[in-house]
């Protein structure tokens, strides 16, 4: 009988040890896991920042004073598109431009359209990611024309 009890605890003590170099083998899968998870969530979080910072760069670029005359400057639109991005891998004034189609058929052929493109690259946080490229470029783009009268939205 006291045999039996000894062999239960050895029995115990090797279970303890495999399980624990079974841990120690996934430990570092799991780590690379939840890095990638983390770092897919800074890319996310990145993109919707940027599409939202470009929908604000829009309400501003279609306001405009009676006269015609666009409320906002191309650099006071660039403030307000990196104000609205955020803190978080901020928006370089070079990765945003500005053009203008007169008579755009999009509009009837009548209006004077601008345009805001944003081409914000993100860089990756983690080293996990590198196989998927250093950096991923995220575009934003809105078209609109300026809207005499409307000095706020």
Not at 78 to 83: A, E, H
Not at 107 to 113: I, K, L, P
Request: include cysteine.
């Amino acid at each position: 009988m006291l045999m039996r009890r000894e062999n239960r605890r050895g029995n115990g003590r090797h279970r303890r040890g495999q399980t624990l170099t079974e841990f120690a083998i996934i430990l570092p899968f799991l780590i690379l896991l939840v890095a990638a998870i983390v770092d897919f969530g800074f890319l996310f979080f990145d993109h919707v920042a940027t599409q939202a910072a470009c929908r604000e760069g829009g309400r501003g670029m279609i306001q405009a004073h009676s006269d015609s005359t666009p409320l906002y400057s191309d650099a006071q639109l660039i403030d307000i598109i990196k104000q609205a991005h955020g803190p978080f891998n901020q928006i370089k004034d070079g990765e945003i431009t500005f053009s203008t189609l007169d008579n755009d058929p999009a509009f009837d052929g009548t209006q004077t359209s601008r345009t805001i493109e944003i081409a914000h690259i993100h860089t990756w946080l983690l080293p996990v990611m590198i196989p998927f490229g250093e950096t991923i470029v995220i575009r934003a783009r809105i078209k609109g024309f300026l809207v005499p009268g409307v000095t706020h939205i």
